[in-house]
């Protein structure tokens, strides 16, 4: 199973969704357009306006609104995406050198300002009024959850309840707004925007849950090399970890993470207390739940296609 297996059904939509997003976010300004296009040769499996697409069919038929949340929802995460490298001090992304490390973190931060202008100037230009309300809350959340994970780093202080808070603010937020985006477009009545809003909670949780343990099972994963490690990021693996051993060794795996030195006894450790395991069993609980919500909708092209997407979240390479 891959990302186009998933696409079929919305194959000509996802064509003709990329040609709008370039027009949407042209500028006459030809270093913007420069970094524009440099990021458009090199997205990603673009899920995000996947699952936009996918839950509109589901909940009703795709029309123009869909493609305007698509882009909406695009044009916000590549925003953030650029912000988050200039916070990270990344130079690489998906395996390509970032917008900060080629133009540097003035250029990134206005090209960052100016994709989520273009975002709230076609929200209004369309009276897409309840997109802006999803949208604005969840930027609002991203950063509440890009906050709290940078001062928690600091100390290493993060729990379980508080690593699921910043995931569903910092990742899960999205996915969310993706899904209730997709049937607000289909004219889906309240409570199945409800669904769909749970429904992309749960994906978005399992989706960041399999990024966390990527860092354990590679050094490659089109993302800066051992970043969470460099960043000394609590994930769940090791969360899980810390939570089986004594003060003693816990300090001992913190003083490796904050000093960024002897990253293959941190990797040793996590998998040995079963970090990964658990993390792997986690994840399969959300999905389960996932997958039941969608056994509320009766058999399509659009409900298959979302039932090998949570089979392709949990197993996805690196």
């Not at 540097?104 to 209004?124: A, F, N, P, Q």
């Not at 800066?224 to 960043?231: A, H, R, V, W, Y």
Request: hydrophobic share 35%.
């Amino acid at each position: 199973m891959n990302i186009r297996d998933i696409e079929y059904p919305i194959k000509k939509e996802m064509n003709d969704f990329k040609k709008k997003l370039r027009s949407s976010i042209s500028s006459d300004n030809s270093i913007i357009d420069t970094i524009v296009s440099y990021i458009l040769k090199r997205k990603g499996k673009q899920i995000r306006p996947i699952l936009v697409f996918l839950t509109s069919g589901l909940n009703g038929k795709i029309s123009t609104s869909t493609y305007r949340a698509a882009i909406l929802i695009e044009i916000l995460h590549t925003a953030t995406l650029i912000h988050d490298d200039v916070v990270d001090d990344s130079n690489y992304r998906r395996g390509y050198f970032s917008i900060n490390a080629l133009w540097k973190s003035k250029y990134s931060v206005l090209v960052g300002d100016y994709l989520l202008s273009r975002g709230l100037e076609l929200s209004v230009e369309n009276k897409d009024f309840k997109f802006l309300g999803v949208l604005s809350n969840a930027v609002k959340k991203m950063s509440e959850g890009e906050i709290t994970q940078l001062k928690k780093s600091k100390s290493l202080d993060i729990d379980e309840r508080t690593y699921f808070k910043i995931i569903k603010e910092k990742t899960a937020s999205l996915f969310s707004s993706c899904c209730m985006m997709g049937a607000i477009a289909s004219n889906a009545k309240e409570n199945s925007v409800l669904q769909m809003k749970e429904f992309g909670l749960l994906v978005g949780q399992a989706f960041q849950i399999r990024d966390d343990m990527f860092g354990y099972l590679s050094y490659d994963t089109g993302k800066p090399s051992l970043n969470d490690f460099k960043q000394a990021k609590i994930t769940l693996p090791l969360i899980h970890s810390l939570s089986n051993v004594n003060n003693s060794k816990k300090n001992e795996i913190i003083r490796y993470l904050k000093n960024y030195k002897s990253i293959d006894k941190i990797i040793d450790f996590v998998k040995g207390e079963g970090g990964i395991e658990y993390s792997q069993s986690f994840m399969n609980n959300l999905i389960e739940k996932a997958y039941s919500i969608l056994e509320k909708y009766p058999e399509s092209d659009y409900k298959k296609s979302l039932k090998n997407l949570l089979n392709y979240t949990i197993k996805r390479d690196i």
